[in-house]
């Protein structure tokens, strides 16, 4: 989607090593979200940020950190892949919710991650 | 948080209206209904929300109940790209957070 980026678009990793996705938005939205979507379980949050260096749990966090430097990049790190992490990963953005109550996200294109 | 219930799937034969139900008794009176879909292997994409009066645009309608306890996404004349999983999600307050359930697949059949 225009405005949200994710990179890569694939990865293979071995399992125990680190790993590093990238979100990057041009839109200056304040709020942005990582999700993982599995078979059988749809799209679960794992983490996100209501702005620079604030950051919270989502309900499946375990085994993953983020980091949020500067408004347009939001970091998902897997600090010691395992099997279980092999997922589509997707990133999400929202506006302020301050103006306008607009809870309308985007959604990146995704992140394939195969841990093997 | 409110939470929604949809059908599972649905199937639609190309040209005509496809109308998905969502209920969502607890909703709250500062909650908002938003739809969206996803198409396979996409990322999902924002389709409509409302509050509490009907809302029609380029993509769809949305139509609430007086009760807003439930609502019904329309897509007057549903095509073949519009196959996909279409999820309702309540969402407002302070709670900013979507939360997906399983939503509804829609099959558009030509």
């Known amino acids: 989607d225009a405005g949200i980026t994710q990179s890569p678009r694939h990865k293979v990793t071995e399992t125990g090593t680190p790993v590093t996705l990238r979100c990057h938005q041009t839109?200056?939205?304040?709020?942005m979200y990582w999700y993982r979507q599995d078979p059988g379980h749809g799209l679960r949050l794992i983490h996100y940020?209501?702005?620079?260096?604030?950051?919270d749990k989502g309900e499946v966090s375990d085994g993953y950190s983020v980091s949020r430097s500067k408004t347009e990049d939001f970091l998902l790190t897997l600090e010691s892949a395992t099997s279980s992490q092999t997922s589509v990963y997707f990133c999400?953005?929202?506006?302020?919710?301050?103006?306008?109550?607009?809870?309308?996200?985007?959604f990146g294109s995704g992140t394939r991650l195969t841990v093997v | 948080d409110a939470k929604t219930t949809q059908p599972p799937s649905m199937d639609c034969a190309e040209g005509r209206a496809a109308n998905l139900p969502c209920n969502h008794s607890t909703i709250s009176g500062n909650e908002y209904v938003y739809w969206y879909r996803q198409i396979h292997s996409q990322g999902p994409q924002y389709i409509i929300h409302?509050?509490?009066n009907n809302e029609t645009n380029e993509m769809a309608s949305l139509i609430i109940t007086e009760d807003r306890k439930s609502s019904t996404l329309i897509l007057p004349h549903a095509t073949l790209r519009d196959t996909a999983v279409y999820y309702c999600?309540?969402?407002?307050?302070?709670?900013?957070?979507?939360?997906f359930g399983k939503g509804t697949l829609l099959t558009v059949n030509p």
């Open positions: 839109e200056n939205h304040r709020y």
């Open positions: 999400a953005i929202s506006e302020s919710i301050i103006r306008g109550r607009n809870y309308g996200y985007t």
């Open positions: 999600i309540v969402i407002g307050g302070s709670n900013y957070k979507l939360t």
């Open positions: 940020s209501y702005g620079v260096k604030d950051t």
């Open positions: 409302g509050l509490k």
